[in-house]
């Protein structure tokens, strides 16, 4: 038999371990981190100059450009997509290029590449049998690797590695200056993946008489002054990050083949009958959705002009990327959108028959969309809209999206980011899909003659915050984990409801609409938004440092409580507990008595109605370093009956039910 001691020493280190966090903390200051902490990466482009901590591109802002011209042959028998390019990169950094790198996303569907998702079809990829730098042939069977920002030792000639994943880097013999330009020239050959039924992946085939086509050509990768050539291969889940450039595509199909792209089409006359050319005429004449090819004027000479093959030609300008849907069964109707500043511009809608039903109100939500969004953060830049139906139902191109009704609105979203404000959407999906979540409310609501609900989204997270899963917003996003979509898609919606709630939701607005128009068109950092924004609503919140600390590179919450309620003559005292890494404002609901002494006004405090007020508490009352605030309430001794707080559902809680006193009887 052993001793009892043994025993009390192992209860007592039982107990110990098991001592509430909460308690230890009462003789511990509560840590408030208030600095938005800055990388090396982005320490360098403050010091360059490129960017600085107003959250506006700096003085010394570059970006490449990049020119494309693409002709490419699909033939529907065999699903193979045949094309030839030639690029023009124009290096507008300071750095001397000694490698490129291309993006080959389309080698996602070959069977030898890292994937963080299931595919629905295995080919054999992208095969590029010429590729030439400045007409100098690469060689195509070099193994030799390189990487980072381009500095790699001088190859005795041009050579390529990488060409059979997603990403590959040409080692070049001479580095490219700074302010040159080089010219790539690239011959392919890749078959669209089938999807028998369901969903595919961005892209894919129904059969032989439906075609998406995108990540459909090798294009140059994006050169920032962050981080250089983007490395991060692409793996499925997380979406693109491109340089801006202009597209001149030649697409050659079938006669009889309805053809949606990216860009505008040059050719009408060439490739459309009459009929659809006349009609298209009056398209911006009204709202009515018209048809242009109707089910009944399938085939060559009907559904386009007549022939053996047709040469459709697209042209954009000012756009990250190019995607493009055919079919020999689409119908075609159109609509129009008025855009501010700009008027009506055509919208278009290709499916198929058996899907009329269901995109009938396709063009009304991308009308409604283009024009909501417009006005809440800046006119559409693009002169078009085409929505195409396939097996993808919602995935976003410049000025095309591959969608169906549910998803039009979201989709039409992106247009604004990444397609104007080009975020890297593969490290921090959530300045694109995160902050469309998050409009997307709002034109639900608009849509419907209702007002948004952002209220309860705030208080939320703290249900989730905990979960060892959950990446940080700062996060590379391509490796994200078992909960990217709540890291790309879910949580940036909640992350505005909180600040709506400490400045106020339209403030929220306006300001992210100055942040868009600073950056329309180049490349912002998480740094950049946080500190634009923090600019933009200084004189509402002085210090938002708190805030995007918490939010961006924490998975911190409030956790807020009222712990008691005492009252003292006039007074009556709140004890209100926050134990989480993330402080916030303190906002009660206070409720009177129908009946007593009269309710006079106290500093931060606002009537509601005749009994019932707001009373507001700064977040800086937490930065000293406690846990516990009292809120002394004096109205002149009216009884109260209730209090919340965080009655708008604003601030991350894990149990909103210890909000309330008195408390809720439990049984």
């Given at each position: 038999?052993?001793?009892?001691?043994p025993l009390?020493?192992?209860a007592?280190?039982?107990?110990m371990?098991?001592f509430?966090?909460?308690l230890?903390?009462?003789?511990?200051p509560r840590?408030i981190?208030?600095e938005?902490?800055?990388?090396n990466m982005i320490?360098?482009?403050?010091?360059?100059?490129?960017?600085?901590?107003?959250?506006?591109p700096?003085?010394?802002?570059w970006?490449?450009?990049?020119?494309?011209v693409?002709?490419?042959?699909?033939?529907?028998?065999?699903?193979m997509?045949?094309?030839?390019?030639?690029?023009?990169?124009?290096?507008?950094?300071?750095?001397?290029?000694?490698?490129?790198?291309l993006?080959?996303?389309?080698n996602?569907?070959a069977?030898?590449v890292?994937?963080?998702e299931?595919?629905?079809d295995?080919?054999?990829?992208m095969?590029i049998?010429?590729?030439t730098?400045?007409g100098?042939?690469?060689?195509?069977?070099a193994?030799?690797?390189?990487g980072?920002?381009?500095a790699?030792a001088?190859p005795?000639?041009l050579?390529?590695?990488g060409?059979d994943?997603?990403?590959?880097?040409?080692l070049?013999?001479?580095?490219i200056?700074?302010?040159?330009?080089?010219?790539?020239?690239?011959?392919?050959?890749f078959?669209v993946?089938?999807?028998a039924?369901g969903?595919?992946?961005?892209?894919g085939?129904?059969?032989?008489?439906?075609f998406?086509v995108a990540?459909w050509y090798?294009?140059?990768?994006?050169y920032?002054?962050?981080?250089g050539?983007?490395p991060?291969?692409?793996?499925?889940?997380s979406?693109?990050?491109?340089?801006?450039?202009?597209f001149?595509?030649?697409?050659?199909?079938?006669a009889?083949?309805?053809?949606?792209?990216?860009?505008?089409?040059q050719?009408?006359e060439?490739v459309?009958?009459?009929?659809?050319?006349?009609?298209?005429?009056?398209?911006?004449?009204?709202?009515?959705?018209?048809i242009?090819v109707g089910?009944?004027?399938?085939g060559?000479?009907?559904?386009?002009?007549?022939?053996?093959?047709?040469?459709w030609?697209?042209v954009?300008?000012?756009?990250?990327?190019?995607?493009?849907?055919?079919s020999?069964q689409?119908?075609?109707?159109?609509t129009?959108?008025?855009?501010p500043?700009?008027?009506?511009i055509p919208?278009?809608?290709?499916?198929?028959?058996g899907?009329?039903t269901?995109y009938?109100?396709?063009?009304?939500?991308?009308r409604?969309?283009?024009?909501?969004?417009?006005?809440l953060?800046m006119p559409?830049?693009?002169p078009?809209?085409?929505?195409?139906?396939?097996?993808?139902?919602g995935?976003?191109?410049p000025?095309t999206i591959?969608?169906g009704?549910?998803?039009?609105?979201?989709?039409t979203g992106?247009?604004w980011w990444?397609?104007?404000v080009?975020?890297?959407?593969?490290w921090?999906?959530?300045?694109?899909?995160g902050f469309?979540?998050y409009m997307n409310?709002?034109?639900?609501?608009?849509s419907?003659?209702?007002?948004?609900?952002?209220?309860?989204?705030?208080?939320?997270y703290?249900?989730?915050?905990g979960?060892?899963?959950?990446?940080?917003?700062?996060?590379?996003?391509n490796?994200?984990g078992?909960?990217?979509?709540?890291?790309?898609?879910?949580?940036?919606?909640?992350?505005l409801?909180?600040?709506?709630?400490i400045?106020?939701?339209?403030?929220?607005?306006?300001?992210m609409?100055e942040y868009a128009?600073?950056?329309?068109f180049?490349?912002p950092?998480p740094w950049d938004?946080?500190?634009?924004?923090?600019?933009?609503l200084?004189?509402?919140?002085?210090?938002?440092?708190w805030?995007?600390?918490?939010?961006?590179?924490?998975?911190?919450?409030v956790?807020?409580s009222i712990?008691?309620?005492a009252?003292?003559?006039?007074?009556?005292?709140?004890t209100?507990?926050?134990?989480?890494?993330?402080?916030?404002?303190?906002?009660?609901?206070?409720?009177?008595?129908?009946?007593?002494?009269?309710?006079?006004p106290?500093?931060?405090?606002?009537?509601v109605?005749?009994?019932t007020?707001?009373?507001?508490?700064?977040?800086?009352?937490w930065?000293?370093?406690r846990?516990?605030?009292?809120?002394?309430?004096?109205?002149?001794?009216?009884?109260i009956?209730?209090i919340?707080?965080d009655?708008?559902?604003?601030?991350?809680?894990?149990?909103a039910s210890?909000n309330v006193?008195?408390?809720?009887v439990?049984?």
């Amino acid at each position: 038999m052993r001793s009892s001691t043994p025993l009390r020493s192992c209860a007592l280190a039982i107990a110990m371990a098991a001592f509430p966090a909460l308690l230890i903390a009462q003789a511990t200051p509560r840590p408030i981190h208030r600095e938005i902490p800055l990388t090396n990466m982005i320490r360098r482009a403050f010091s360059a100059g490129t960017r600085d901590s107003t959250g506006r591109p700096g003085r010394n802002y570059w970006q490449p450009h990049t020119a494309y011209v693409i002709a490419a042959r699909l033939d529907p028998a065999t699903a193979m997509v045949t094309g030839r390019e030639t690029v023009v990169f124009k290096n507008t950094s300071p750095d001397p290029l000694r490698l490129l790198t291309l993006r080959l996303d389309q080698n996602l569907y070959a069977a030898n590449v890292p994937r963080a998702e299931q595919v629905p079809d295995i080919t054999d990829g992208m095969k590029i049998t010429r590729l030439t730098v400045n007409g100098a042939a690469v060689n195509l069977a070099a193994t030799r690797g390189g990487g980072g920002r381009g500095a790699a030792a001088a190859p005795a000639q041009l050579s390529a590695t990488g060409l059979d994943q997603t990403v590959a880097r040409i080692l070049l013999p001479t580095a490219i200056a700074a302010g040159e330009s080089v010219t790539l020239e690239a011959e392919w050959n890749f078959r669209v993946p089938n999807v028998a039924g369901g969903r595919g992946l961005r892209m894919g085939a129904w059969g032989d008489s439906l075609f998406q086509v995108a990540q459909w050509y090798p294009r140059f990768a994006a050169y920032d002054d962050l981080r250089g050539w983007d490395p991060d291969p692409y793996l499925g889940p997380s979406e693109f990050y491109n340089n801006f450039g202009s597209f001149d595509v030649t697409l050659d199909v079938p006669a009889g083949w309805l053809v949606g792209a990216t860009g505008v089409l040059q050719n009408p006359e060439q490739v459309l009958t009459p009929t659809a050319r006349e009609r298209l005429s009056h398209v911006l004449e009204s709202d009515s959705t018209r048809i242009i090819v109707g089910p009944a004027e399938f085939g060559p000479g009907k559904a386009t002009a007549s022939g053996d093959r047709l040469l459709w030609r697209f042209v954009a300008d000012s756009v990250s990327d190019f995607a493009w849907g055919t079919s020999n069964q689409f119908v075609w109707d159109a609509t129009r959108a008025t855009i501010p500043g700009k008027g009506p511009i055509p919208v278009y809608g290709m499916y198929l028959p058996g899907h009329a039903t269901q995109y009938a109100r396709g063009g009304a939500i991308n009308r409604h969309a283009l024009e909501f969004y417009s006005k809440l953060w800046m006119p559409y830049a693009f002169p078009i809209l085409t929505m195409l139906d396939g097996p993808d139902g919602g995935m976003e191109y410049p000025m095309t999206i591959f969608s169906g009704v549910g998803a039009a609105d979201h989709e039409t979203g992106h247009q604004w980011w990444p397609m104007m404000v080009g975020n890297n959407e593969t490290w921090y999906g959530f300045m694109d899909e995160g902050f469309n979540q998050y409009m997307n409310n709002l034109s639900s609501a608009d849509s419907r003659g209702l007002p948004a609900r952002i209220d309860g989204a705030g208080q939320s997270y703290g249900r989730t915050s905990g979960d060892e899963r959950e990446a940080p917003l700062m996060w590379d996003a391509n490796y994200g984990g078992p909960m990217y979509s709540f890291q790309a898609y879910g949580k940036a919606p909640l992350m505005l409801s909180m600040l709506g709630g400490i400045v106020g939701d339209s403030a929220v607005q306006r300001a992210m609409s100055e942040y868009a128009k600073a950056w329309r068109f180049k490349h912002p950092s998480p740094w950049d938004y946080a500190f634009f924004m923090s600019n933009a609503l200084k004189n509402r919140a002085p210090d938002l440092g708190w805030f995007w600390y918490s939010w961006l590179f924490t998975t911190d919450a409030v956790h807020g409580s009222i712990q008691n309620v005492a009252a003292k003559g006039n007074v009556t005292t709140v004890t209100v507990r926050q134990e989480g890494g993330m402080p916030s404002p303190v906002v009660l609901k206070v409720e009177f008595a129908p009946t007593g002494k009269a309710i006079k006004p106290m500093a931060g405090s606002t009537m509601v109605d005749s009994v019932t007020a707001i009373v507001s508490y700064p977040v800086n009352v937490w930065f000293d370093g406690r846990w516990n605030f009292d809120a002394a309430l004096d109205f002149g001794g009216r009884a109260i009956t209730k209090i919340t707080l965080d009655p708008f559902g604003r601030f991350p809680d894990r149990d909103a039910s210890d909000n309330v006193w008195p408390r809720a009887v439990k049984p």
